[in-house]
């Protein structure tokens, strides 16, 4: 088989091809849509990673009351907190352990005439757990320490716009001030609201009480060893984890819908895809058949008639699968969104991400439909019989 | 030559391209029934609540507790008819910590206020009168096969008990329904009391208060009469109609639920255009045939009637099977969902399916059939 008779048999496939758009298109959305949900379930689930998955500091433990899933269902008093900080393996300064007692709760946020309520969560931290966290401020201030003053998060900032730096927030029965923007890599601190953890303990009538300890730890010291003191200390109903790995597990139950429930009907979704592109291919070619008969009559080989039928349906996946990147590229990337999270019940912000490496497994996937829906039209293609296609007429 | 045989020997004519049209039919429809079912169930919660139920909770929070005296408190509140209050338990099952819906509730009002749940009156009277008894939804009773009597153990994520055990055991008094048969029955009521005496913090506090307001007040007045009452004190609270705070869940269910209704409902479209088209094609080739047929003395209606019938079985058949693959999807998924509960396939999805298959049915074949039912039948067999 020649490379010059296998382009004849390419071009003259294009030429009927153009004269056949209805088929062509309908091959060139199969792929599309398979391609465009993936992409879409992908690119959700990578943007929940980005934002939860890779929050937490590897040097810092997180403890909450024993069985608490989250924060948000946590609590930890304050004679308990006052313990914690005799805890072996955590770094140590001038001002004592290096410990950050945090107020973690859900606030219910009005969004203004018509719109609904929106459940963010918001942080009390003092000023040890600023230090502790890895946050810098983007725009106005830091509050300041014992006044009602919030900051908020990056990611929450673009995604809710009735919340101002210098605008007033009615959170329960009292006013805040927003005074800053916070950044802290895109991760999910950025869904919250931040202010003084006193402040926060006296507005909300919490007493001493927090939701969870964050505590930094010496080189080499992990939770294990912190549980293995709680165990020895019957006063504390507490657990420790690390950080990372407490927001790995949020990000699991987040993107467990995605995984358990997109990806299944995503694959339903291909295989429905995959059988109308090979009922479209399988037209395209039965409408063609006297073209084969005559093209084989010329002497074009079994193989290369079939090779030519199915590089047709592999270009024309192809096409599919750079279209629904694209709508999904153009659509979806960056787009800010939220999800209510199970845990929490609050809103977890983060961008969806539509990363570049999922262009080639697009392409991988649009190849595979193109084969799986034109081999066997190509197949096909090769055994028309001329006789028996002219004597038809 | 019955119809019977012409619709055997139509279908067996492309035996691939019908099997790929239904291989595509039951893709469409069983993505169509999970994403129906998941809606549907949604929406459940928020169409029982035509009725007037309100809620009271922190204006802080939902999640912020409220002093049990809340309740006979708001009891005195003219605008008030029933009320009782629940709170939220945080039920799991196993080490695998499957998520069940719990509410620790007070036992003598609370069926009051939910009148829509169906069970028979011996087994409220058992659940009442024992506080170490639960009432469990069907769909609990059948999932984990739970009968009357049956022992449960309960773990909790938000309550640790006085005494250090772990596990929370019941015993099952009663299994109840809802008067919709389509409305979800995920929930498990257990006593406050049993609650409130064993947990080791937050003693006499309770997640909200639910009631029905007196038909002479509008709920916008009954909530600003509620609201004002607790108005200053340490717990302030927000009361709203139930509905439009189920309606407010959904709502922040998120964009991310949107994108992927919007994905899924243009692939659903698409696989059945594609499918569609096919098939309009496959009617289209027959133009010679047809007239033939004509030609012999078929009546144009009895083809018209073929052809429809055909295009029903190949969409029906798989679509049908479709929806059995979405039950079992449904069921798999179990509480992955979480707080929206398990979803199950109510009757009017199915019915909202079927109707689907049937207009497509009509518009595959009917339509394309009629076209060239049309022509002359000379023009017809002289055709390509």
């Known amino acids: 088989m020649t490379l010059k008779s296998f382009i004849t048999l390419l071009e003259i496939q294009i030429r009927h091809l153009m004269s056949q758009p209805v088929l062509a298109a309908l091959s060139i959305l199969s792929a599309a849509v398979v391609v465009a949900v993936f992409v879409a379930a992908m690119s959700i689930a990578a943007g929940i990673d980005n934002a939860v998955a890779r929050a937490g500091a590897l040097d810092v433990v997180l403890v909450m009351r024993t069985g608490a899933t989250a924060e948000a269902n946590s609590q930890i008093n304050g004679a308990s907190v006052e313990i914690l900080r005799g805890a072996p393996g955590v770094l140590r300064d001038k001002d004592g352990a290096m410990i950050s007692p945090e107020f973690y709760s859900v606030m219910e946020i009005e969004q203004g005439s018509g719109k609904k309520a929106l459940n963010i969560p918001m942080r009390g931290v003092d000023a040890r757990g600023i230090a502790l966290h890895d946050i810098r401020i983007v725009e106005g201030r830091m509050f300041e320490t014992g006044r009602a003053e919030i900051i908020i998060g990056q990611l929450a900032h673009s995604r809710y716009a009735h919340i101002k730096v210098g605008g007033k927030l009615r959170l329960g029965s009292s006013d805040w001030q927003v005074v800053g923007v916070f950044a802290s890599n895109g991760t999910v601190e950025e869904s919250e609201l931040w202010s003084d953890l006193r402040v926060v303990q006296s507005l909300f009538g919490r007493n001493n009480t927090v939701q969870s300890v964050r505590l930094l730890m010496e080189e080499g010291q992990d939770a294990a060893g912190v549980n293995r003191w709680i165990e020895t200390e019957p006063r504390l109903t507490a657990f420790a984890q690390s950080e990372p790995i407490y927001y790995a597990r949020q990000a699991r139950s987040l993107t467990s819908l995605i995984n358990g429930l997109g990806y299944p009907l995503a694959f339903m979704l291909a295989a429905g895809a995959v059988a109308g592109a090979l009922n479209s291919m399988q037209a395209a070619v039965i409408s063609r058949r006297r073209i084969f008969a005559t093209l084989r009559s010329f002497g074009y080989s079994h193989r290369l008639v079939m090779v030519s039928t199915v590089v047709e349906a592999m270009v024309l996946a192809l096409i599919g699968a750079l279209l629904g990147f694209s709508l999904m590229y153009v659509g979806l990337d960056g787009s800010g969104t939220s999800m209510l999270s199970n845990e929490t019940n609050s809103q977890v912000v983060f961008a969806v991400s539509v990363e570049s490496r999922f262009l080639k497994q697009s392409i991988f996937l649009a190849l595979l439909i193109g084969i799986l829906g034109g081999v066997w039209p190509a197949i096909q293609s090769a055994r028309f019989a001329l006789r028996a296609e002219l004597a038809d007429r | 030559m019955t119809h019977a045989y012409l619709l055997r020997k139509y279908l067996a004519r492309h035996k691939l391209r019908v099997a790929m049209m239904m291989l595509s039919v039951f893709a469409a429809f069983s993505i169509y029934g999970v994403f129906q ?348």
């Open chain 2, 37 to 384: 079912s998941l809606l549907a169930s949604l929406s459940s919660g928020v169409r029982i609540e035509g009725s007037e139920r309100m809620l009271t909770m922190s204006r802080q929070s939902m999640t912020h507790p409220l002093p049990v005296a809340y309740f006979s408190r708001l009891a005195a509140v003219p605008a008030v008819d029933i009320v009782s209050h629940a709170t939220w338990f945080g039920g799991f099952l196993g080490t695998q910590r499957t998520l069940v819906a719990t509410y620790a509730v007070e036992p003598e009002s609370y069926l009051k206020v939910y009148s829509n749940v169906v069970i028979p009156a011996e087994q409220v009277e058992a659940w009442q009168s024992d506080r170490r008894s639960v009432l469990v939804g069907e769909f609990y009773a059948k999932r984990y096969g739970w009968k009357v009597g049956d022992q449960i153990a309960l773990g909790s994520n938000l309550w640790v008990r006085a005494d250090r055990d772990s596990s929370w055991h019941f015993t099952v008094a009663g299994i109840f329904r809802h008067q919709d048969a389509d409305d979800e029955t995920n929930a498990i009521l257990l006593h406050y009391d049993a609650l409130n005496e064993a947990r080791a913090f937050a003693r006499d506090t309770i997640g909200w208060l639910v009631f029905l307001h007196r038909k002479d007040y509008t709920a916008d007045a009954t909530a600003s009469a509620v609201d004002q009452v607790f108005r200053n004190s340490a717990d302030e609270t927000r009361t709203i109609l139930e509905r439009a705070f189920l309606e407010t869940f959904i709502e922040q269910l998120g964009e991310v639920g949107a994108i992927v209704a919007a994905v899924l409902s243009a692939a659903f479209i698409m696989v059945l255009m594609v499918t569609a088209n096919t098939f309009a094609v496959a009617i289209r080739e027959r133009v010679r045939e047809v007239a033939v047929m004509r030609a012999i003395g078929f009546q144009v209606r009895r083809i018209y009637l073929l052809m429809f019938a055909e295009a029903l079985l190949i969409i029906v058949i798989p679509g049908v099977a479709g929806l059995g693959l979405a039950t079992v999807i449904l069921n798999g998924m179990g509480e992955l969902i979480g707080f929206l509960g398990p979803a199950t396939m109510g009757l009017r999805t199915i019915a909202e399916a079927i109707a689907i298959m049937v207009v497509l049915a009509f518009l595959v074949s009917v339509v394309p059939a009629w076209q060239i039912g049309r022509m002359r039948i000379v023009d017809a067999l002289s055709r390509a």
